[in-house]
């Protein structure tokens, strides 16, 4: 943690009275922020919002209370945050070309329990990606309420092509008769196949949900396909490619527009985080703009550049490449586990997260892979050129360096870090 206590622009104008009164929490901002700095940050769930979008979660619209939707509040005083939810529902609309949009889900967890809630009852089947091979806790997983209150069915990928094994999605598909069919997950590199995925709900009558949490900047940014015109219902987070506040987002089809809202309030959240909406709306209006468009489709060259070079190192890409933000590599032949390549990388100021790659014989905590996603290096500016660059000290610190801070191989990579880092700073000093 920093000793010093400094005043930070990014953090505005409020922050000197932060810091006289509490200078412990002050300090501890100030130190993530540098902490954000210092490393290349390769999280692929993970991004640098702007500083507007600071300011609008920073505001007093924390302060209110607003259950309910426009003109349609349990509280009085809704006369501002009224207007501020209207202009984050027309902007989500307008940008993904959807029907409906709800903007109060706290989380992609959140938004995800109401498409349950409003297409599910407790006990009946659901057709899921598995975790291990790439879905989401929330996608049925054995511990989390989606798991423990629906019957969840999960496909996964095929050996061969170590991609969604869409046979498999119809087998089970025609077996089970499930009421939803959910595509997305936290570690699919390639793109999915959405008309494959509504023709099979077609077939079998079920609801087919979109969890487009982590590539729904690139939709928003015209770099992918867009899941919308072919789900009856697309839920998403804010905060990865898509650059916006930490929270969550469901666009659908109008028939179910109803369900969905109710579904979201009062089913399963109370007042809506306010502050957060207006930061949602910021966001959906930077994504409209023709920089946010170069800016996704930087995300996916760099991600495959990215990629690329791993491979020629001997570090797979799981799939052969990349067609988004992120990939998933095999660390077999390097003889490395996930968890120590990620504690190598940490200590050579680059963070990455271990992942399970598909029919991965470690344990989760464990794991045979990484995860590296290139929103964060890109919003600094970052080109091919530099993630050909960071592939290279990837390389040098998973295969030379021991998880120790002081050792040498780590201190060189440190030095190399740094030297990119001080071409592509993140939230440069104004
Ligand atoms: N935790 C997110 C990720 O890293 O992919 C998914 O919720």
Known sequence: MSTEVRPDSYYGPSFPA????????????????????????????????????????????????????????????????????ELAIARAKEL???????????????????????????????????????????????????????????????????DIDYDQVRD????????????????????????????????????????????????????????????DVVSFTTHKV???????????????????????????????LMHAVAAKAVNFAECATPEYREYAGRVVRNAAALAGELGERGIRPITGGTDTHLSLHDLREVGVTGADAEKRCDAAGIVLNKNAIPFDPEKPNVASGIRVGSPSVTTQGMGEEQMRQVAALIHRAVTASDGDPEHPVAREVRAQVGEVLSAFPAYPAA
């Open 96 to 162: 993904f070309g959807a029907d409906h949009a709800n903007v109060q889900p706290h989380s992609g967890a959140s938004a995800n329990q109401a498409v349950y809630g409003a297409f599910v009852k407790p006990g009946e089947k659901v057709l899921a990606m598995s975790l291990d091979h790439g879905g989401h806790l929330t996608h049925g997983f054995k511990v989390s309420f989606s798991g423990k209150w629906f019957d969840a069915v999960h496909y996964g990928v095929s050996r061969e092509t170590e």
């Open 18 to 85: 932060l810091l006289e009164q509490d200078p412990e929490i002050a300090r501890l901002l100030v130190s993530e922020l540098d902490r954000q700095r210092a490393g290349i940050q390769l999280i692929a769930s993970e991004n640098q919002t702007s500083p507007a979008v600071l300011a609008a979660l920073g505001s007093t619209l924390s302060n209110k209370y607003a259950e309910g939707y426009p003109g349609r509040r349990y509280y009085g005083g809704c006369s501002e945050v009224d207007q501020v939810e």
């Open 172 to 231: 089970l598909a025609r077996e089970h008769r499930p009421k939803i069919i959910l595509a997305g997950g936290s570690a699919v590199p390639r793109l999915i196949d959405f008309a494959a995925f509504r023709a099979i709900a077609d077939e079998v009558g079920a609801v087919f949900w979109v969890d487009a949490a982590h590539f729904i900047g690139l939709v928003a940014g015209g770099a992918i396909p867009s899941p919308v015109p072919h789900a």
């Open 242 to 272: 898509l650059r916006g506040p930490r929270g969550g987002a469901i666009v659908c089809k109008e028939e179910h527009a109803a369900k969905i809202d109710r579904a979201v309030f009062p089913m399963m959240q109370g007042g809506p």
